[in-house]
């Protein structure tokens, strides 16, 4: 009992003297762009211990009661020394640059020596295999030499041994040869009348088969139009592809004028004369026949209206010029229409042309020429859509007779002109 209360006394002796001769420390180690270093070798100065950062930077170390300062370094930074003022320490340790280029030169010549040695081991082992490799050649000539003249001696005998052979079976062979003979001439006369036999038998065969072969094409070619028949009077049945057809159309002509040409009504806007576009929207009826599933043709008449857009200038019509009666913004269209259908089906691309005149106010030529697409809604209705280019009834003033208030003369004249224009129609 005594020597373990003696033995405690002096355990707590001690530690009172370490703790009255070290201290802690705590810090932590940065590089310049604040990121913190792992590893860093901190060293009291003035000792030989040394510690080691933790992962986040950190360090937390008991240094003897005489250190003054500590020092941090790590390999690629170059060294700093803190003094100990009892605060929490911190490194920053900026990059070595004299390190990193003896560390890369040093790594370059270690890479040229390993590469030196790989060129040395390479030159040894092609020069190993080039001598290995003479010594097979060497070996796989004097194997062949041999081999060779083996073969042309068992050759030789060969051959001697089959010229004796050779001979014994002329031999016998010719005299085989005259019996041969006379059975040849006795089967040959056999042969001559099984062939004929035969000729006449594969002749009467191949008669046979080509009526054969008639029969089955002319029964394939009855049964393919029969199918091509019936599938023309189902579709038949489904649309009707013949008789009287009405149409009623509605075309717009995408038209926008040019004054300078004087293609555009004047207008009054103010005391001024302005120009505008006119785009004239078309409703025709035509009463058709259509022949088969290809082509219809019919005659027609509707309506034309020339129909001012936005951008017209001025709000009515120039009253110098409403004494011109030949002008009129109505025209009546009269006209005869082919259309061809270019497949079978629900859908069906198209072809439209009509011909014929512009009325009342002069016999103004009519052109209208399109493809576009028809589609099939019912046995007899279908809704067609159509990009033409058409011939438009058009009127414009030139310099004519009469003087304005203005000092220059006009009057009216009434043309046509060629314009793009879109149509949308029903048939049934």
Known sequence: MRQIILTF???????VCVA???RTVNGVVFDEKGLPLAGAVIQPVGTDWKFKTEADGTFLILVPHYVKELSVGLPGFLSQTLEIDGSYLVFKLKVDKGYAQAKAKAEAEAKEEAERRARAEEAARIAAEKKAAEEAAAQAKAEEAARVAAEKKAAQEAAAQARAEEAARIAAEKAAREAEEARLAAERKAAQEAAAQARAEEAARI??????AREAAAIAKAEKEAERKAAIDAYN???????????LEFSY????GDP????DVVYKNLGYRNYGSLHPVELKYTLGYRFNNWFSLGVGTGVQYQLGNLYAYGDEFDPLYRETEKYTPINIPVFLNARLYMSRGKYQPMLSLSGGVYAPLMLIPLFDAGAGLNVRLSKSGNMYFLVSVCSTPSGHFIEGE?????GTTNCYVHHWRIDPSFKLGFTF
Not at 9 to 15: D, F, Q, R
Not at 207 to 212: Q, R, V
């Open 9 to 15: 006394l002096c355990a707590t002796l001690s530690l």
């Open 20 to 22: 009255q001769t070290e």
């Open 237 to 247: 049945a489904k649309y009707k592809n013949k008789g009287i057809v009405h149409a």
């Open 207 to 212: 008669a046979a088969e080509k009526k054969a």
């Open 253 to 256: 002509v995408l038209y926008t």
């Open 260 to 263: 300078s040409v004087g293609y």
């Open 402 to 406: 009469s003087e304005d208030d203005y």
